[in-house]
């Protein structure tokens, strides 16, 4: 899953333009390019089972450019794996590690759906198109791609660099949970830095983007399923009690609840970063509900938004339904699904028990169907903060960067889970209209692949001299 800021549209831009032409003929470029369409045209989509030839082909170049067998670890995991590498520092920051991470599997794309081969890297109007040129295929290439560069180039960290690449990120995770327990030892360190989040949402004309997006926080998914039970009987003799009713009835009760409102020190700062660049009433209640989280007014705006109602509190709702046998007979039984995206710090128990609570009937069954990861905000740290606001000057100077929480589903939640803050920093600025991860004929701009090393490039470089 690829998970990317999305401001209101910018009113004013910044009198900023971009500073740097990186191309194929950038240093490493070419080398970059080759392991992008290598990458791209693996299926590495669940029951394809490639990413362990990906893994394969990545140690290979991984060794190949200086980096020492036993630093290369291709760990195989079911049918996929993970691929951990150490890139050696001189110990001099006497601090811990970082860690790097992508992921390696692809969601599956099928060639009749597609214009043309999703499994083919294609370059077309100045972009590349295929299944993963977006997610996460750039941001694995780009990690790798500077990885070889630097080592090229003779520099030393002062610190331990780790690359944890998962093989099942789009479906279980059980790579990159395995990747924090399992194989800790390979992959602990101070925090993580993911390529799979983080980057800026581009206007539609292509100007300068009005902020830069880092993930710092991802909510809690959980899934119930509720169900009420009851003997049923011939449609002819109706009863009181009735399955159907009875769940109608818990729904529309969660249907009108609203979770408390919550605000953390993150999206305080989401929200004081972009109010002022949203237009009308939605920016306003933006920059009210920065300043004050039970501003009433604000909270009834933002909560008027699919895109901003998940950023202000805990959100639960209906998405599937079954009930009933036979049109000539009583429910024997109703099932609803109702997903939740849990704020960090309020917890799936509590707001197991709110969502019973506000049902209040004893005969509605519920059990949970996901296996929730809880994880809290990562702490906004002046150090990174540092190091990912020069990279992103590379591409476009004083560009502000501001954190985000997203609704949950990258590898950043199983790091942070494992106490390892993480942050999504990758370098991709694209156009709304042109992102199409998961879906059809995916793409990114040929100058975005090129954007991407450089900032990998400056990042590593300055978070680890
Ligand atoms: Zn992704």
Not at 121 to 143: M, P, Q
Request: charged residues 20%; negative net charge; contains cysteine.
């Amino acid at each position: 899953m690829l998970k990317q800021l999305i401001t209101g549209a910018a009113l004013l831009s910044a009198a900023t333009a971009p500073t740097l032409a990186a191309d194929i003929n950038m240093p490493f470029g070419q080398v970059g390019f080759e392991i992008y369409r290598t990458a791209v045209e693996m299926r590495t989509a669940k029951g394809h089972e490639q990413v362990p030839l990906l893994m394969d082909y990545l140690s290979k170049k991984f060794i190949s450019g200086g980096f020492a067998a036993e630093d290369v670890h291709t760990l195989p995991i079911g049918k996929t794996g993970a691929l951990v590498v150490r890139y050696r520092g001189d110990g001099s920051s006497g601090k811990k590690p970082i860690s790097i991470s992508a992921h390696m599997d692809v969601v599956d794309a099928l060639r009749k759906d597609w214009t043309e081969d999703p499994y083919k890297l294609i370059e077309k109007d100045g972009f590349y198109i295929g299944r993963g040129t977006l997610d996460n295929k750039a941001g694995l290439t780009a990690v790798t791609t500077v990885f070889l560069r630097l080592k090229a180039e003779g520099w030393v960290p002062n610190r331990d660099l780790i690359i944890a690449f998962s093989g099942d990120e789009e479906t279980s995770m059980a790579s990159t949970k395995a990747l924090v327990s399992e194989f800790r030892a390979l992959t602990d360190s101070e925090f993580m830095l993911n390529s799979d989040a983080g980057g800026g949402l581009l206007p539609e004309d292509g100007s300068t983007p009005p902020a830069y997006g880092m993930q710092a926080a991802e909510k809690t998914y959980v899934t119930y399923t509720l169900t009420v039970r009851n003997p049923g009987g011939h449609s002819s003799r109706p009863r009181d009690d009735n399955a159907i009713y009875d769940l109608a009835d818990a729904l529309r009760k969660i249907q009108a609840y609203r979770f408390p409102v919550r605000q953390n020190e993150l999206t305080k700062a989401f929200f004081e970063g972009t109010g002022p660049t949203t237009p009308g009433a939605m920016g306003k209640a933006m920059t009210a509900f920065a300043k004050n989280p039970k501003d009433q007014d604000a909270i009834k705006t933002l909560r008027t938004s699919s895109d901003y109602v998940g950023t202000i509190g805990t959100t639960c709702v209906a998405t599937m339904l079954s009930a009933g046998h036979a049109e000539n007979a009583l429910p024997q039984s109703a099932t609803a699904t109702v997903n939740c995206r849990v704020f960090p710090g309020e917890g799936v128990q509590n707001t197991e028990n709110t969502l019973k609570k506000i049902v209040g009937n004893e005969a509605v069954e519920f059990e949970m169907i996901s296996d929730p990861v809880e994880s809290d905000a990562s702490p906004l740290r002046a150090d990174i903060l540092a190091a990912v606001q020069q990279a992103v000057d590379a591409k476009y100077p004083n560009l502000k960067i501001i954190p985000s929480m997203s609704s949950g589903g990258t590898d950043g939640m199983h790091f942070r889970a494992a106490g390892i803050p993480s942050y999504g920093v990758n370098g991709i600025y694209i156009k709304s209209s042109d992102r199409f991860a998961h879906g059809l004929n995916e793409r990114l701009p040929v100058v975005a692949l090129y954007d991407n090393f450089e900032h990998w490039y400056v990042l590593l470089k300055a978070i680890a001299s």
